[in-house]
């Protein structure tokens, strides 16, 4: 009966949404829609003599349970949007379960259908279990560094207590290469779910306005991204390259917790906020970005250049690493000792891990496909070709 409908709405990511909803048969929102459109563009002809339950036959009945995932609404035309609940009661389903929605369609929602309840997905907790877990696997992830353990574990502290309401807010910064992001990962891996990662090098132009602060609602935006996300910790990569007039953009969200753009609203809670930036000092730091967004952050981490000690331990790591993963036929063509007496030149000329990893991977491809085409091995190439 028309009214009666029910409504549930979910915020949270995809695969959280569909362990809610369960194997049961759906039919999906998108689907009625189009379905609906293109009997509009049908002339039917009814003869007079067709008593009224053949009519009846005709009209399109009612679903028992209706579904849309956060990814449909952009297929929707904005007047349709604008007036959402409308077509919620125009379709009359009995039961429709809604992910993500935007937030003016759920003010919608929840006026036309004050029964309408609203789930929202809990994001994994840091614990005292979890600290345990980042102190005792820290050096397995990251050589050096052990002034960044230490104030780590101080700034997650904030976040193992019920009296935490918001993000804890924290900056790498340092040269590239020595486990920013690496260190961002390692955490994320303590807690589960898919890191929600952004490279703010990426936007240069005009778009990343409209993604920031909303555009149409079918647009890509940062909010949307938020509410979609499985990770409790969001990494913010090379936060220095967004241009300062979007600073103003993260007041809200370093400070509460709260980001809303022209479509979303969305409310974090006690989650981790990680941004890096390629800066060597907290004066640069406060420098570039003012007081204002200076003062939001709870704790600024830098992160040193590594010793050649450390050089070297992280070349016998990526070594070790790579040589485990090869097959047999493969490690027979390779001697680890001497793919790391090769590589051990590099720690006099760069700190770089990113690029050292790579180099590594270059070196052992370099020595298996000279086995593979029975090329006679040369180690000055080869080290001439690491260096």
Not at 148 to 173: D, E, G, H, I, S
Not at 273 to 296: H, Q, V, W
Request: glycine fraction near 6%; hydrophobic fraction near 40%.
């Amino acid at each position: 009966m028309p009214g009666d409908t029910k409504v549930t709405v979910y915020c949270g990511p995809l695969s959280w949404f569909e362990e809610q909803l369960g194997k049961q048969a759906d039919e999906s929102l998108l689907d009625i829609v189009y379905a609906r459109d293109e009997a509009r563009r049908l002339f039917k002809i009814i003869a007079p003599a067709h008593n009224e339950s053949e009519l009846d036959d005709l009209q399109p009945k009612r679903p028992k349970r209706m579904v849309a995932q956060s990814s449909d609404y952009a297929s929707l035309s904005e007047h349709v949007i604008t007036n959402f609940a409308g077509l919620i009661r125009s379709i009359n389903p009995k039961h429709v379960h809604l992910h993500n929605p935007p937030a003016h369609a759920l003010a919608q929602l929840q006026r036309a259908f004050p029964a309408t309840v609203l789930k929202r997905y809990e994001y994994p907790a840091v614990t005292r279990e979890t600290l345990i877990h980042f102190r005792d696997g820290f050096a397995d992830h990251l050589v050096g560094q052990a002034t960044v353990m230490q104030k780590l574990l101080a700034a997650l502290y904030p976040l193992t207590t019920a009296r935490q309401a918001k993000p804890v807010v924290l900056m790498f910064y340092g040269p590239s290469g020595v486990g920013k992001t690496e260190t961002a990962q390692f955490i994320n891996g303590l807690l589960g779910g898919t890191l929600m990662r952004k490279q703010f090098s990426m936007f240069h132009n005009d778009k990343f306005a409209s993604y920031l602060f909303g555009g149409t609602h079918s647009e890509p935006s940062f909010a949307h991204d938020l509410l979609d996300r499985e990770s409790g910790v969001i990494l913010i990569d090379e936060f220095d390259k967004a241009n300062p007039v979007f600073h103003s953009a993260f007041y809200q969200l370093f400070d509460s917790g709260i980001f809303e753009d022209k479509n979303y609203s969305v409310h974090l809670g006690p989650s981790l906020i990680i941004c890096t930036s390629n800066y060597g000092s907290e004066k640069e730091i406060r420098d570039a970005f003012g007081d204002a967004l200076y003062s939001r952050f709870d704790s600024l981490i830098g992160f040193q250049p590594l010793s050649r000690d450390e050089i070297i331990r992280v070349i016998d790591k990526l070594a070790e690493d790579r040589f485990v993963k090869l097959t047999q036929d493969e490690e027979k063509q390779l001697d680890l000792g001497d793919l790391k007496s090769l590589l051990y030149p590099l720690a006099d000329k760069s700190s770089n891990v990113r690029k050292l990893g790579k180099t590594v991977d270059e070196l052992i491809s370099l020595i298996l496909v000279r086995s593979l085409l029975d090329e006679p091995q040369s180690t000055g190439v080869a080290s001439t070709n690491a260096g």
